[in-house]
């Protein structure tokens, strides 16, 4: 499987939303998407748009500041590229046109103002970057509008964008749970059976704060918004816990901002109805949206069509390895045995988590080698890499934990309990086992690796081989500890010997 090798560029987006205006400023490594600058407002331009007709005259103001201060971090990191966007509030009123011609003549920024479809088909592009294969009904949700959009494994049908936001819906003025239910629900017929489908990919700053809130009520050991996935039934039950709940109440909930306990009970009221209307099964929470969505369609196609998982490790383990190349050469030797054996994720997800372990193998190389089982675990826990489910985190942090020779209990061990079932910890550990079997058999050189092969033998038997004419490379204590060990986390017997 090839990855994107080429220098990385910086792109910055500035998107003026209903109800935030943010400036983020990310690194581009081939497929793989950073985030090196996050900074945001909470303007509210919204606020009034569907009374008024008019953008919010303090928004305005707030709005304006931001920009000011977002065009003169813009010109001194100098990004390769800028892109900007501006939503539903700016589309929809009346003086958004002269909001945006202001904004270019006294800060000399260009904002682009998206159509109801267009910011439906990045936000579904954004949950296409964080997940390749992801499949099901994207909703997007800001301070004035929701888009709709159904996406299969990077293919996308027309979207739609509904007057759903809490803006649309009356906020801030008194919330009332019943009124804002019927109004959300006739507002959703819109939403015909094309929109119907087992999975729903939750876009937005308030269903993100809602996958928090979950998070804390079920004590979740990982607090990673991105691909975090509930029942749909889990949802409605905490949307309308969240909807019943008073201002007071809710701001005794840590991590909510303030500015968002007005509109936090619209959000959760429209999940409730979305799930109710529609049909889903399960809700996955993504912290990919338009921002991430306009970068992703600016990518060659060659890039876009690369894994984001693998990509991710790719760079990560570029970045802090010490052996150019490691990688791909162990991907290509693991193959052959993992292939073999029965999968523990499906789907073909299995060998895409061999390939990402393969492109961590390395990234211990630079940290104390007393710490680097623990410190690489961590690391690859919470990486913000896109592309990968939960539990595949925890499988990849137990693999690396194992790589780097962590013994008996990982870091975070209930957390690991909680992520992974028996079969997935012990294949997780196996494939530690062998990067570790591969990375010292061959000091870690691709082309000492490649005169070697590891595989199961139809006898069942873990069989590491190595060319006539490098059959020393299978002499020493520490080669043999090494395949024992692996061959014993397989549960077979082993046999050593030249090509």
Known sequence: MPHADRPGRDAAVVD???????????RLEGRAIWTVFNEKVLAGLGRGVEATGRLSPDGVRDAMAALRRFKAVIDASRPEEIHTAATAAVRDAEDGPEFIERVRREIGLDIRVLSGPEEARYAALGVVAGSAEAEGVVGDLGGS??????????DLSAGITLPLGPFALGAPKGFDADVVRRTAVERLKGANADFKGRTFHAVGGAWRNLALIHMRMTDYPLQIVHQYEIPARDASALARLIAKQSKSSLERIPGIAKKRLDTLPYSAVVLDALVDRLGFERVVFSAYGVREGMLF????PEVRRLDPLVEGCFAIGARQGASEGLGQALAAWLHPLFDDLEPVFGDGRDRIVV???ARLADIGA???PDHRADLAFTQVLRAPVGGQSHPERAFLATSVFARYGG?????EQDAINRLLYDERVDRARALGLALRLGCDLSARSPALLARSAVSLQSDGRLC????????????GEQTAKRAQALATALGVELVMKPA
């Open 407 to 411: 013994s008996g209990a990982t870091p």
């Open 366 to 368: 630079r940290l104390h």
């Open 16 to 26: 003026v939303g209903s109800n935030s205006v943010r400036l983020v400023i990310y």
């Open 464 to 475: 590491l081989t190595a060319r006539a004419d490098s059959a020393d490379m299978l002499l």
């Open 297 to 300: 369609e600016a990518m060659p």
């Open 355 to 357: 390939e990402s372990a």
């Open 145 to 154: 509008s929701l888009e709709l959009t159904r996406v299969d494994h990077g």
